[in-house]
DNA sequence: GTGCCTCGAGTTCC
DNA sequence: CTCGAGGCAC
């Protein structure tokens, strides 16, 4: 069983009294004794667990107590208790939640804060789908439920799976607790044969009232707001404790869908009514950014009243061809914004400034703060940005906060941004200390000590110490094994800063050679680990031995090399060994092809080039490198989004003016079929579109004998206009 | 050169 | 989630 690791810290049972006796080593008697201890303990941090939602040990105390119980009874089978912890099959399934890939991803929204962001956000869009300032454009406004989102599956009308955002491709499986949501019904009728629902799961004032009150009575672990209640009610791995725990839900939008709900999103609102969905009774249908800011007033007047939490107010294109003309960036689409409610403030006294060392060297100021609660949150830190922020300026040197810089000791006001990342705002210039100084930012690296430096015109001081400063070492290493990167499980934060620390894992590479130079490691033996946490550690680092290219190069943290970038260059070479081949080419020669096709790529300019180049150039990166492909089995060629359309896999040019779509959605438009968008025409360009007024691409297209396409032409190769 | 738009890299708490 | 800056169109 999982333990949740969301808790607070609590000491481990484990870990507080002296080292226990191996249970090879134990006496009968002894064994017996402990036996009894393990069960009392264990049993009793399931119960917190499951009953109380209020985990008193950590995950990897718990499964180690649990293998020493196992140990034991497989030394002295016939000392095995009737409560025995190993017999507890009831309890809950081993691994927590079950992923789900989401069919269509679910992504966040932009926030807006002010009513100036509001017409920019009509402006763009206008600019986006070439309307005019007068053309009507309507817009859907529904309040922001402060809850969490949920994707109901139903096939055939019947609901046969729930799943959590998760990081929005992949959610978990949270369908048995879904079922127990009255709100959400198990059969519909009148459906499309697919349909995904989404919507939010949140508690109402009076039902978390009534529920801390309850936890409260019950010795239990109150929540600090009908939020967490929700997400903590939602994740219980007993089904039964989710039906206890009074959960509602809004539906608001939808993923697959195996047949259009409707030409609107009213409409399409209006239809998820019918079936029997509960939608939110605000919901109303604007013309225009006006409109929506007079929505936003009249939401915020009735906030107060509402029995449920609401952070702000959404508002979407309510055409859904339009939707879908306007796209997704990469995280948001564009047809959508929340425009967020004033956040909350809190007054509180700044105790210290610690510099953190990130994996670029770049050097963070963290203010440590006297606790304080800022909405239903108790926050102790805080970003400082950079040097500048503390100093009271902008990136531009230009005042912020009036100037007034922030000092050690100072009274400072702090909000969640966006709700989530503690800031500060202002400072108490009447109740600064007398004896308070001017901070003064470090010069040198606190982790190495090497020179930390400034280039002129950028905003971060960063060390010089590179790998040398063990900080940006263990930064690097974190990121290597990171969720989005190689994504080893059982390899955390924690755990590659303790093989760091021992000299253990200094390189990628010596992570896949753990499992070799256990026989001297002996990792079972250590405090948090087991047998089976060692087990599930080796499998989990032999699994990821082959690795996509777009993961294996964003893993390699290149600086500007991101997820994105990382795709795009896996797009473009498809497999390690060209791209390799191609980098060494351009090192070798920056006048030869392989450098100019580098920098033809579309999102790669100058500065992606140097980096990467410089990477390849480093005799000490390409032994890392190789080291690590000496490790792998194999680095998996790109997979081109499975396309059948005409474009997919082709390399396209536009140039000229393009009348029936702007250039972003012509561009967006290609790279959903499959094809690669390129700035500028080359050898490797497949289709050239060009529209009036093309100049130097046309000709050099003719030259090179590449197919052109007039617009029209180019749609009706895609497919409709 | 200027002004978007997007991406990368930093951050917190659960 | 936000800020700074890279990339690109105008």
């Known amino acids: ?233 939602l994740r219980q791995l007993d089904a039964e404790i989710t039906r206890a725990r009074p959960l509602c839900f809004f539906a608001y939008a939808w993923g697959e869908v195996s047949e259009p709900l409707a030409d609107t999103q009213w409409g399409a609102i209006e239809r998820l009514a019918e079936m029997g969905f509960r939608t939110n009774p ?122 007034r810089d922030i000092r050690i000791g100072d009274w400072v006001q702090v909000y969640r941004a966006g709700d989530v990342i503690p800031k500060i705002k202002d400072v108490d210039l009447a109740r600064r200390p007398e004896d308070s100084a001017a901070y003064s930012f470090p010069e040198t690296c606190p982790e190495c000590g090497s020179d930390a430096i400034r280039e002129p015109g950028d905003s971060v001081r960063r060390c010089s110490g590179g790998m040398a400063c063990p900080a940006q070492a263990i930064e690097k290493l974190k ?45 079972q033996e250590r405090d948090g680990f087991g047998e089976t946490s060692v087990a599930k550690l080796f499998a989990a680092i032999n699994e990821r031995r082959t690795i996509p290219l777009e993961r294996f190069l964003f893993a390699l943290g290149i600086r500007h090399v991101g997820q994105t970038t990382a795709r ?21 020669d920056p006048e030869g092809e392989a450098y100019a096709e580098l920098e033809g790529i579309d999102g790669i300019g100058p500065t992606v080039v140097r980096e990467l180049l410089e990477f390849m150039a480093e005799a000490h990166n390409r032994t890392v490198l190789d080291d690590l492909l000496a490790q792998l089995r194999e680095v998996e060629p790109f997979d081109a989004p499975a396309q059948d359309s005409p474009v997919a896999g082709k390399t396209v040019v536009f140039t000229g003016t393009l009348e029936a779509m702007t250039r972003d959605e012509a561009k967006a438009r290609a790279e959903s079929l499959g094809a690669r968008v390129s700035g500028s025409v080359s050898k490797k360009t497949d289709i050239l579109v060009a529209g009036p007024g093309a100049g130097s691409k046309a000709k050099k297209a003719a030259e090179l004998g590449i197919t052109t396409l007039t617009e029209q032409e180019w749609l009706e190769l895609i497919g409709g206009g």
């Open 1 to 233: 069983m999982a333990q949740k690791s969301e808790s607070e810290a609590h000491p481990d049972p484990e870990t507080e009294g002296p080292t226990p006796v191996a249970p090879e080593s134990l006496s009968a008697e002894a064994a017996a004794a402990e036996l009894e201890r393990l069960a009392g303990i264990i049993n009793t941090a399931n119960d917190a667990y499951h009953q109380d939602d209020a985990p008193v040990m950590s995950d990897a105390s718990f499964d180690a107590l649990k293998a020493r119980n196992a140990a034991i009874e497989a030394r002295f089978p016939d000392l095995k208790r009737a409560d025995s912890p190993s017999e507890q099959v009831g309890a809950a399934p081993a691994e927590g939640f079950g992923k789900v890939r989401h069919a269509v991803r679910m992504l966040s929204l932009a926030n807006a804060f002010d009513a100036e962001d509001i017409t920019d956000f009509d402006g763009r869009i206008r600019r986006y789908l070439n309307l005019s300032e007068d053309a009507a454009l309507a817009y859907t406004s529904e309040p922001k439920i402060d809850g969490l989102s949920l994707s109901l599956r139903y096939e055939s009308g019947r609901l046969v799976q729930a799943a959590t955002r998760g990081d929005g491709s992949e959610g978990e499986n949270v369908t048995a607790n879904a079922r127990t949501i009255a709100d959400i019904p198990h059969h519909i009728s009148d459906a499309p044969e697919v349909l995904e629902v989404r919507g939010e799961v949140y508690m109402s004032h009076a039902d978390f009232e009534a529920l801390n009150a309850r936890q409260a009575e019950r010795g239990g672990k109150t929540f600090a707001n009908p939020r967490n209640a929700a997400a903590g009610s």
């Open 479 to 523: 990121h290597f094994v990171g969720r989005t990167a190689f994504d080893i499980d059982g390899l955390g934060a924690k755990q590659i800063e303790m093989f760091f620390t021992a000299g253990e894992i200094t390189s990628p590479a010596e992570i896949f050679t753990l499992e070799a130079r256990n026989v001297d490691l002996k990792l």
């Open 568 to 588: 795009t260059l896996a797009a473009t070479y498809l497999t390690l060994d060209a791209l390799l081949a191609a980098l060494k080419a351009a090192v070798a």
């Open 282 to 403: 605000l919901t109303r249908r604007c013309d225009g950014p006006q409109a929506l800011i007079g929505h936003y007033a009249e939401i915020e007047q009735q906030r107060a009243t509402l029995d449920y939490d609401i952070d702000g107010v959404v508002y979407k294109v309510d055409d859904l061809a339009l939707q879908g003309r306007l796209g997704f960036r990469s995280t948001t689409p564009r047809w959508a914004i929340a425009h967020k409610f004033p956040a909350e403030l809190a007054w509180t006294r700044l105790d210290a400034i610690d510099i953190q060392v990130g994996r670029t060297g770049a050097l963070s100021p963290v203010a440590r703060l006297s606790p304080v609660t800022v909405g239903g949150v108790v926050v102790s830190n805080a970003t400082l940005h950079n040097e500048d922020y503390i100093a009271g300026l902008d990136n531009n040197g230009a005042p912020i906060r009036e100037g």
